[in-house]
């Protein structure tokens, strides 16, 4: 599986951007889709999962009520509206697949596959 990541930008504070997470290749069927983030200087952290064959979606308590995860199945594409963006989302952002149930969906060792990045920036 190859994962594409689009829609990363340059936005001002309070702005909004849409991030999708395109999967190519052999049967997608992940047991979940995640999207991760990494700023400068700092470990990669979790954003936000989605169950792929469910409907349980998952947040990092900063990105609660500002970014929503979605998907659209029929183009094995997860997406990421992120709404109010603040400075300290300034980060490249990861979407990766998690094949495993018994693994946590923060946990960014629980994801198999992983896409390529794209950088969001935001302006004060």
């Known amino acids: 599986v190859q994962l594409q990541a689009s829609g990363g930008g340059l936005v001002q504070a309070g702005g909004s951007l849409r991030l999708s997470c395109a999967a190519s290749g052999r049967t997608f069927s992940p047991v979940a889709v995640g999207w991760f983030r990494r700023a400068p200087g700092k470990e990669r952290d979790f954003v936000a999962a989605i169950s792929w064959y469910g409907i349980s979606t998952y947040y990092a308590d900063s990105v609660k009520g500002r970014f929503t995860i979605s998907k659209e199945k029929a183009k094995n594409t997860v997406y990421l509206q992120m709404n109010n963006l603040k400075p300290e989302d300034t980060a490249v952002y990861y979407c990766?697949?998690?094949?495993?149930?018994?693994?946590?969906?923060?946990?960014?060792?629980?994801?198999?596959?992983w896409g390529q990045g794209t950088q969001v920036t935001v302006s004060s």
């Open positions: 990766a697949v998690k094949r495993s149930a018994s693994t946590a969906v923060a946990d960014s060792g629980a994801y198999d596959s």
